[in-house]
């Protein structure tokens, strides 16, 4: 395995290499809740970088997307939301919070809102999958597994 770099940057923005869990390489911008993550191993490579850039500019942008979507996509059935739930979608203010976006090596990603106050984003929150600029999936995070090495 090749030294991977220690900072990264485009658009104005820098990322340095923070610890992760499961020593996946990451990066992170000090001033946004965005991070790069690479695996296998490796430095990503510009066109990720340049999104990660663009994803930490505008992420109050993306995160509306991402919220308009899940109160789009939330009221299917499937998703188990009481009809209390359901109305937090039609209000004004969103009931999502805390947002913070993952840019993987392979140019996917994902806005997770690490705060609602949905049943279904009791304990890690709720995701938001992005193709490009568009959301095209919610992530049901309710199941997921937290690994602490420690």
């Given at each position: 395995?090749?030294?991977?770099?220690?900072?990264?940057?485009?658009?104005?923005?820098?990322?340095?290499?923070?610890?992760?869990?499961?020593?996946?390489?990451c990066w992170?911008?000090?001033?946004?809740?965005?991070s790069?993550?690479?695996?296998?191993?490796?430095?990503p490579g510009?066109?990720?970088?340049?999104?990660?850039?663009?994803?930490?500019?505008?992420?109050?942008?993306?995160?509306?997307?991402?919220?308009?979507?899940?109160?789009?996509?939330?009221?299917?059935?499937?998703?188990?939301?009481?009809?209390?739930?359901?109305?937090?979608?039609?209000?004004?203010?969103?009931?999502?919070?805390?947002p913070?976006?993952?840019?993987w090596?392979?140019?996917?990603w994902?806005?997770?809102?690490?705060?609602?106050?949905?049943?279904?984003?009791?304990?890690?929150?709720?995701?938001?999958?992005?193709?490009?600029?568009?959301?095209v999936?919610?992530?049901?995070?309710?199941?997921?597994?937290?690994?602490d090495e420690?």
């Amino acid at each position: 395995m090749s030294k991977l770099s220690q900072t990264l940057e485009a658009r104005g923005i820098r990322f340095e290499r923070v610890d992760s869990p499961n020593a996946l390489p990451c990066w992170a911008p000090s001033s946004e809740p965005v991070s790069i993550v690479v695996e296998p191993p490796a430095d990503p490579g510009e066109s990720v970088i340049d999104l990660a850039a663009r994803v930490a500019i505008e992420l109050e942008r993306f995160a509306g997307r991402a919220a308009d979507f899940l109160c789009d996509g939330l009221q299917d059935p499937q998703y188990g939301l009481t009809p209390d739930e359901i109305a937090l979608l039609s209000a004004a203010e969103r009931p999502f919070d805390s947002p913070e976006a993952v840019i993987w090596g392979d140019g996917t990603w994902m806005i997770r809102f690490g705060e609602s106050s949905l049943r279904i984003a009791e304990e890690f929150g709720i995701g938001v999958n992005f193709n490009g600029e568009q959301p095209v999936s919610i992530e049901n995070l309710s199941d997921a597994e937290y690994v602490d090495e420690e």
